[in-house]
């Protein structure tokens, strides 16, 4: 019983380890306390010095507890960080010092029982459970001590040493040391010592368990995929429990394929989450009908026994058959085993199994405690999920769009070419010079179409561009433009080196390639500049041309484009993405300028 105690106090301890700064924060408020508590014990005794017996001894006691709370203060304020040892010495002081002051004025009414108060409520926010008990036994101890010591007379022979010295007189207080008196006031410090005890455990427990579901939490992201989000998961819970073999089994709604994930314990650490070829009877085995959504089972001799199960509201379900788990005992070798189920939505339900785990405490406890995680983390996986298959049907309607691009521009117009060419073949015998004509207009509409597919291809690369590599390659680009357009095109960076997040880099350069493309389509632009730079936390790209201009004249944000239902719809969205600002100056028949301003340390809304 004490080893799991022990045990249990050292996992919890794993699961939520104090922060430094919080340890210091509350040796400060103790010490504070102290202070306060031992400053006004000091005016009671000076409104009353009877409850002493003006004792010079109990002054001089209570002004070196004074003088010392002081000194840890101060300590407190100078030193980084409060050690282990450095708490235990002070703790050991305050249980000790109670027990001293309270031979000069005993009883539960003296203004010094108080201090036994303190050193219980010191050791409940320092520690926990058995740290405050052994506090109170301790203090009960050294009472108890002193009590035998008054018995045997020591107290008195200390008492005529000091008067034989020539000292001033102690003044002891036996009144509250007898036996009679002493049972009552030991089993208050004892039973007070449990019961700070037990709220200060179940504090530390709370702060656990949050502690693990906010950092399962932060494991959850979507760049890792649904894969990585399963192997964070399990991992984490596998270290937290100290099992040997996470598993994981899920069935998407209107399916017969079930998809099980596991995990393994290494002695060089773990394996990394890989998904199990499917079998017939998956179903059977881990998403069997049971009423139970979280259990824990056991198994000895090959025989399953003991069983823990709880229903949805965490509730213990009696006098359940183990049947359920046989499946899951024939294909694994185990001795216990966790089973908790999971809920998404409409479309996703599961279970993770944890073999072997190393449970603590009350074994319904801690299934309720990995109940509220599922519930909690659950949500979040969800999400990875829906956002995996958005991205999925995204990439097919993208797809999708450009193979309508391709069928209703370039395709259509390369059919209309072959039409002409058939034409113009059956007329070269009869007309040379309109043949001419011809064959250099179907030139233009080929090179027209070759620039069409150029760009549909340069749209459907992914682009792996960075902060190093976006200058490089915009300077690329517009080179590229010049040479396949024939417009005259310059690329001007005001920046060198800059550290912009990687959605933002590619963004710009998706922007760029987009205003490159209108220039061509629509602007009948002679002469581009692409100008890149930065100004009081903004990044800035500006594209500059000397074409049509737009519809409108002026200049317009990007507020007023989309009031007024203007400008480049593409390039708009993408600003928003990256939090950005649009602003357009179009002069009719002269030209046009886009400014894009980008903040350099806001929270961006893409990914």
Not at 283 to 307: F, K, N
Not at 352 to 366: A, K, N, V, W
Not at 500 to 519: D, H, K, S, Y
Request: charged content about 25%; some cysteine.
């Amino acid at each position: 019983m004490l080893s799991r105690a022990l045990r249990k106090r050292i996992l919890w301890k794993h699961r939520a380890p104090i922060d430094p700064g919080e340890i210091r924060r509350v040796e400060r408020w103790l010490a504070s306390a102290r202070v306060f508590l031992a400053a006004s014990a000091l005016a009671a005794i000076v409104m009353d010095p009877g409850e002493i017996r003006s004792s010079p001894w109990a002054y001089g006691l209570l002004a070196f507890y004074i003088a010392q709370g002081m000194v840890i203060m101060l300590l407190l304020r100078w030193r980084q960080e409060s050690t282990p040892s450095f708490r235990i010495l002070v703790h050991s002081a305050d249980i000790i010092w109670p027990a001293l002051i309270s031979v000069f004025a005993a009883g539960q009414g003296n203004p010094f029982f108080l201090f036994f108060v303190f050193v219980l409520v010191a050791a409940a926010y320092r520690w926990g459970l058995w740290e405050t008990v052994g506090t109170a036994a301790s203090a009960v101890a050294l009472l108890w001590l002193e009590s035998l010591a008054f018995h045997l007379g020591v107290m008195d022979r200390v008492e005529q040493l000091i008067l034989r010295l020539h000292l001033p007189p102690i003044h002891f207080d036996a009144t509250g040391f007898e036996p009679k008196h002493l049972v009552m006031r030991s089993l208050y410090l004892l039973v007070m010592g449990f019961l700070l005890g037990y709220l200060a455990e179940q504090q530390k427990q709370l702060r656990g368990e949050r502690a693990v579901i906010t950092r399962i939490l932060g494991r959850v992201r979507v760049e890792s995929g649904l894969t990585g989000t399963m192997q964070e998961i399990v991992t984490e819970l596998l270290n937290m429990l100290g099992a040997k073999q996470g598993l994981v089994a899920s069935l998407e709604t209107n399916a017969h394929h079930v998809f099980v994930g596991e995990v393994h314990t290494l002695d060089h650490g773990l394996s990394a989450f890989h998904w199990l070829d499917s079998s017939p009877s998956d179903r059977d085995t881990y998403l069997y009908e049971s009423p139970a959504e979280a259990c824990y089972g056991e198994r000895s001799d090959g025989q399953l026994g003991s069983l823990v199960t709880l229903d949805h509201d965490g509730v213990r379900i009696k006098n359940i058959p183990p049947a359920f788990l046989e499946g899951l005992a024939r294909q694994y070798d185990f001795e216990g085993v966790v089973s908790v189920s999971f809920v998404f939505g409409q479309d996703w339900r599961g279970r993770i199994f944890l073999l072997d785990p190393s449970l603590t405490g009350d074994i319904e406890e801690e299934l309720r405690f990995l109940q509220e995680l599922v519930r909690q983390v659950g949500p979040a996986v969800y999400n990875v999920y829906l956002l995996r298959r958005l991205r999925l049907r995204a990439s097919a309607l993208e797809r999708a769009r450009f193979a309508r691009e391709l069928h209703d521009g370039a395709v259509q117009s390369l059919i209309a070419v072959e039409m002409q060419v058939d034409v113009l073949r059956r007329q070269s015998a009869t007309s040379t010079e309109s043949v001419t004509g011809e064959l250099g207009r179907i030139q233009g509409l080929l090179r027209e179409e070759v620039l069409k597919l150029r760009e549909l291809m340069q749209q459907m690369k992914s682009l792996d561009v960075d902060s190093r590599k976006l200058v490089a390659f915009l300077r690329d680009t517009v080179e590229r433009f010049q040479r396949e357009t024939g417009i005259s095109a310059r690329f001007r960076s005001e920046l060198q080196e800059f550290d912009m997040p990687q959605q933002v880099c590619r963004e710009l350069a998706r922007i760029i390639q987009e205003a490159l493309v209108n220039v061509r389509k629509h602007s009948q632009a002679k002469q581009v500049l692409v100008l890149m730079g930065a100004n009081d936390g903004r990044w800035i790209v500006v594209i500059e041309d000397d074409g049509r201009g737009f519809p409108f004249s002026g200049r317009l944000t990007h507020a007023e484009l989309n009031a007024m239902g203007k400008g480049p719809l593409i390039i708009k969205e993408r600003v928003r993405l990256i939090e950005g600002e649009l602003t357009i100056e179009s002069d009719p028949g002269r030209g046009s300028r886009l400014e894009i301003t980008v903040p350099q340390r806001r929270q961006l809304a893409y990914g």
